[in-house]
């Protein structure tokens, strides 16, 4: 089915860790986005890609590592996991920064222990 | 960076009209005016889009008065299966297309 999907949808880590969240989107939309979401923050861009091998930083980026080497792929890593990066983790593509809408997955929540 | 401020929450009953107001002080003059809908365990879903005056979809209509500074979103005759989270997106080129949400408006519908 056309669409964007994350995986996975739950994952528990222990602090120090490597972890990576998936994304991958079937529209062939330019743009991709990384949020991740927080009681009190409503979502903060962690990451955006305008294409495959452009990235850029957004608002909160350190300890994160993005990567674009397909378009359809837009794949999260958090190279060494900490407490603090618990939170749920939206990925989102858009057809262009053009005022185009931002189409959501369903978050991949996690929990580093 | 163009700033949103939306009430944290409202209250309505089915069949009522809810009208969120936010405020976009600094809109710069090529920015959008986009809100997104959200339910828990979902990620946010586009809701509708406007530069200026009024627009409106199957879905809500969206006020935008002469000096862009604040905007309205209508739910008409909501029902409660509209409690959700709405947030208000301000955005272009000024902001380099890097949208943040804010904490939304909780609207909770009740029967």
């Known amino acids: 089915d056309a669409g964007i999907t994350q995986s996975p949808r739950y994952k528990i880590t222990e602090t120090g860790r490597q972890v990576t969240l998936m994304c991958h989107q079937t529209?062939?939309?330019?743009?991709m986005f990384w949020y991740r979401q927080d009681l009190g923050h409503g979502l903060r861009l962690i990451y955006y890609?305008?294409?495959?091998?452009?990235?850029d930083k957004g608002e909160v980026p350190d300890g994160y590592v993005v990567s674009r080497s397909k378009t359809e792929n837009f794949p999260l890593t958090l190279e060494s996991a900490t407490r603090s990066q618990t939170s749920v983790y939206f990925c989102?593509?858009?057809?262009?920064?053009?005022?185009?809408?931002?189409?959501f997955g369903n978050g991949t929540r996690l929990t580093v222990t | 960076l163009a700033k949103t401020t939306q009430p944290i929450s409202m209250d309505s009953y089915e069949g009522q009209e809810v009208n969120i107001t936010c405020s976009h002080n600094?809109?710069?003059?090529?920015?959008?005016i986009t809100w997104y809908q959200q339910f828990p365990s979902q990620g946010p879903r586009f809701i509708i889009q406007?530069?200026?005056t009024k627009v409106t979809n199957e879905v809500a209509s969206l006020f935008i008065p002469a000096d862009r500074k604040s905007s309205t979103l209508s739910l008409p005759r909501v029902s409660l299966s509209d409690t959700a989270v709405y947030y208000c997106?301000?955005?272009?080129?000024?902001?380099?297309?890097?949208?943040?949400f804010g904490a939304g408006t909780t609207v909770t519908v009740r029967a």
């Open positions: 989102a593509s858009s057809e262009s920064t053009t005022n185009s809408p931002l189409h």
């Open positions: 529209w062939s939309h330019s743009y």
């Open positions: 890609s305008a294409a495959a091998d452009i990235t």
């Open positions: 600094n809109i710069a003059t090529n920015d959008y």
């Open positions: 406007g530069y200026k």
């Open positions: 997106l301000v955005g272009g080129p000024s902001n380099d297309y890097k949208l943040s």
